[in-house]
């Protein structure tokens, strides 16, 4: 079905560190357009003796981060195979540097209008916090409810980045939406917000899940998108560059079968995101996700899909690709008197 054809390193991308000190926080709103006006001191007592507080614990605090980067340095150049000090040490110093700046009122400013700079790791942390209050938390109830899991993923898998799917016809759209197929006929734009300072490797796999199998009476696997070794890190975060194994194809659902789930996994590749990988996909892009994920040792990372199901305009695209539109069950007919908001049900009548 697939064949593995080699496995790389990829380690030479990580050579570099993306994350600066504390230097650089400040001033950020200014250099995009928008100003910090601190509060007026001398107004409240109470309030100026709180400012002194978080000033004197960010001092301490960076001082504190200063020490730790001091010992990361020595041990780089006495023991720089001692790899999990190296690590426990990292995570000592973005702790510290996060809790330096958590409170502090200007930080606090920049994140609430925007002025994100995801090399920062206060700006991670709280970016991290959002996406697990709010976009994950919608994301796990719709590929729960709409049998995302388990039909293609494991009960065990919870999301650790945010995929941001655009269509030049729909925009970014809420995961579960049901979107016409004339809309999604060109290539989506995809960016990701993750939370990794070092350049991990990802495999994008588009998959209809509820693509008919007239052998069987059920349904299979059929691959729309696949792409592998696609560099991605907390700034270069916009899915351009990787191999592409299959080109996009658009969604096309067939007449008298349910809406599809045309869903998007973003899977990370062996060794913690650094191997590359190279894969063979049947020319029928007939697959076995769990079994791809299996074989290549792919971890789900990211998860969106979208709902679409057969009207007019799935006529067209058949032609255009070469294909005999197959009719499946009922032919459905298109209700004129329901509007293609994409959320509501009932949009055609079966005779």
């Given at each position: 079905?697939f064949?593995?054809?080699?496995?790389?390193?990829?380690?030479?991308?990580t050579?570099?560190?993306?994350?600066?000190?504390?230097?650089?926080?400040?001033?950020?709103a200014t250099?995009?357009?928008?100003?910090?006006?601190?509060?007026?001191l001398?107004?409240s007592?109470?309030?100026?003796e709180?400012?002194?507080?978080?000033?004197?614990?960010k001092?301490?605090?960076?001082?504190?981060?200063?020490a730790?980067e001091?010992?990361?340095?020595?041990?780089?150049?006495?023991?720089?195979?001692?790899?999990?000090?190296?690590?426990?040490?990292?995570?000592?110093?973005y702790?510290l540097?996060?809790?330096?700046?958590?409170?502090?009122?200007?930080?606090?400013?920049?994140?609430?209008?925007?002025?994100?700079?995801?090399?920062v790791p206060?700006?991670?942390h709280l970016?991290?916090?959002?996406?697990?209050?709010?976009?994950?938390?919608?994301?796990?109830?719709?590929i729960t409810?709409m049998?995302v899991i388990?039909d293609?993923l494991e009960?065990?898998?919870?999301p650790?980045?945010d995929?941001?799917?655009?269509?030049?016809?729909?925009?970014?759209?809420?995961?579960?939406?049901?979107?016409?197929?004339?809309?999604?006929?060109?290539?989506?734009e995809?960016?990701?917000?993750?939370?990794?300072?070092?350049?991990?490797?990802?495999t994008?796999?588009m998959?209809?899940?509820?693509?008919p199998?007239?052998?069987?009476?059920?349904?299979?696997?059929k691959?729309h998108?696949?792409?592998?070794?696609?560099p991605?890190?907390?700034?270069?975060?916009?899915?351009?560059k990787?191999?592409?194994?299959?080109?996009?194809l658009?969604?096309?659902?067939?007449?008298?079968?349910?809406?599809?789930?045309?869903?998007?996994?973003l899977?990370?590749?062996?060794?913690?995101?650094q191997a590359?990988?190279?894969?063979?996909?049947?020319?029928?892009?007939?697959?076995?996700?769990?079994?791809?994920r299996?074989?290549?040792?792919?971890?789900p990372?990211?998860?969106?899909?979208?709902r679409a199901?057969?009207?007019?305009s799935?006529?067209?695209?058949?032609?255009?690709l070469g294909?005999?539109?197959?009719v499946?069950?009922?032919?459905?007919?298109?209700n004129p008197?329901m509007?293609?908001d994409?959320?509501?049900?009932?949009?055609?009548?079966?005779?």
């Amino acid at each position: 079905m697939f064949a593995v054809r080699g496995v790389k390193s990829f380690r030479s991308l990580t050579n570099t560190t993306l994350v600066p000190t504390l230097v650089g926080v400040r001033g950020l709103a200014t250099e995009a357009g928008l100003k910090y006006t601190a509060p007026q001191l001398g107004v409240s007592p109470a309030f100026d003796e709180a400012i002194k507080v978080l000033e004197a614990h960010k001092n301490e605090t960076f001082e504190q981060v200063k020490a730790v980067e001091a010992q990361i340095e020595k041990l780089k150049q006495e023991s720089p195979n001692d790899t999990q000090t190296l690590e426990v040490l990292a995570q000592k110093k973005y702790d510290l540097e996060v809790d330096s700046l958590l409170y502090d009122p200007e930080t606090l400013w920049n994140f609430k209008n925007g002025q994100i700079d995801m090399k920062v790791p206060i700006y991670r942390h709280l970016k991290k916090i959002q996406f697990k209050q709010g976009p994950l938390s919608t994301l796990m109830e719709r590929i729960t409810q709409m049998n995302v899991i388990p039909d293609l993923l494991e009960t065990s898998t919870k999301p650790s980045v945010d995929m941001e799917i655009k269509y030049p016809e729909t925009g970014v759209f809420e995961p579960g939406l049901i979107l016409e197929a004339k809309k999604v006929y060109e290539k989506p734009e995809i960016a990701v917000t993750n939370f990794h300072e070092d350049t991990k490797l990802y495999t994008l796999l588009m998959i209809d899940p509820d693509h008919p199998n007239q052998e069987f009476a059920s349904y299979q696997e059929k691959c729309h998108w696949l792409m592998t070794n696609i560099p991605l890190n907390m700034v270069d975060n916009v899915i351009n560059k990787g191999d592409t194994i299959l080109e996009y194809l658009p969604p096309h659902p067939a007449k008298g079968t349910k809406k599809h789930r045309f869903t998007f996994m973003l899977l990370e590749q062996p060794e913690n995101g650094q191997a590359k990988i190279d894969m063979q996909i049947p020319e029928s892009r007939i697959i076995d996700s769990r079994e791809v994920r299996k074989a290549f040792d792919l971890e789900p990372r990211g998860v969106s899909f979208f709902r679409a199901e057969w009207d007019s305009s799935v006529s067209k695209i058949y032609k255009e690709l070469g294909i005999d539109e197959p009719v499946f069950g009922k032919t459905p007919r298109e209700n004129p008197y329901m509007l293609p908001d994409g959320r509501q049900s009932g949009k055609f009548d079966y005779m």
